[in-house]
């Protein structure tokens, strides 16, 4: 992003996680950090950027798809794709239960070839229907054809679905934009929430290991009584 670059679904969906998760952690500190104060003050250099999980939560979904409704334009040319493709299909099923084409049939299903839509002809009789060959199966047995008269709605549906893929860069492109104004505090909030993350690590390890506060003496030394290696500590009692 900070490059200019245009991320994708998954990508802005890992930066609305840790955002969520620097809003999360700067919250809990601001209402049960009193009792550590340190912890508190060095924590709370986390900014809350939850508009922008906000912002690409409306846009992204927890599969790190692009919602239909990211944009009006998007939902209208999306719902305007599925009315065409559901209209392509009743005109294929229609051919696939149509008597003229029983013996000219390699099989009762239609296919997509090239973002196409094409039917099974039995290779032998490919020459008996009027369309555009678009692949052939790796026996050689079937052609699959688009129909001359499906051509135009064909084309239709190609059309729409070039003006989707469109609108979807346009809406990456304007989230990734705006993710890169604020790159560099992302990158503070990713390196606090690292630091906590070890600082944490730590304090588990301390507890499974039954570990004791080091407190030091007025010489600044420290005297280990019944010490154990972590390591060793770990692999048995």
């Not at 239960?97 to 997509?112: K, N, R, T, V």
């Not at 692949?135 to 008269?149: C, K, L, M, N, Q």
Request: net charge negative; aromatic share 6%.
């Amino acid at each position: 992003a900070e490059k200019e670059g245009i991320l994708d679904g998954p990508d802005l969906r890992e930066i609305a996680l840790v955002v969520g998760l620097g809003h999360t952690i700067r919250h809990h500190l601001q209402t049960h950090g009193s009792p550590f104060p340190m912890i508190k003050t060095r924590y709370l250099n986390v900014q809350d950027l939850m508009w922008i999980k906000q912002m690409i939560d409306s846009c992204i979904d927890l599969n790190g798809h692009l919602r239909e409704s990211a944009s009006p334009e998007l939902y209208q040319l999306t719902r305007k794709s599925q009315a065409l493709r559901q209209t392509m299909r009743r005109q294929l099923e229609g051919m696939l239960a149509s008597q003229e084409y029983e013996d000219l049939l390699q099989g009762q299903y239609f296919a997509e070839r090239e973002n196409r839509y094409v039917i099974p002809i039995k290779a032998e009789r490919q020459h008996a229907i009027d369309g555009i060959v678009h692949d052939i199966s790796g026996s050689g047995a079937t052609v699959f054809i688009e129909p001359r008269h499906l051509i135009e709605l064909n084309n239709s549906i190609k059309f729409v679905d070039l003006q989707v893929a469109q609108e979807e860069r346009h809406i990456l492109q304007d989230l990734s934009s705006r993710v890169a104004g604020y790159v560099w505090v992302i990158r503070e909030n990713l390196s606090c929430l690292a630091d906590l993350d070890c600082l944490m690590a730590k304090a588990r390890l301390s507890i499974k290991t039954h570990g004791s506060p080091i407190q030091l003496n007025q010489e600044h030394g420290i005297d280990l009584r019944q010490a154990r290696h972590p390591l060793l500590a770990l692999t048995k009692e």
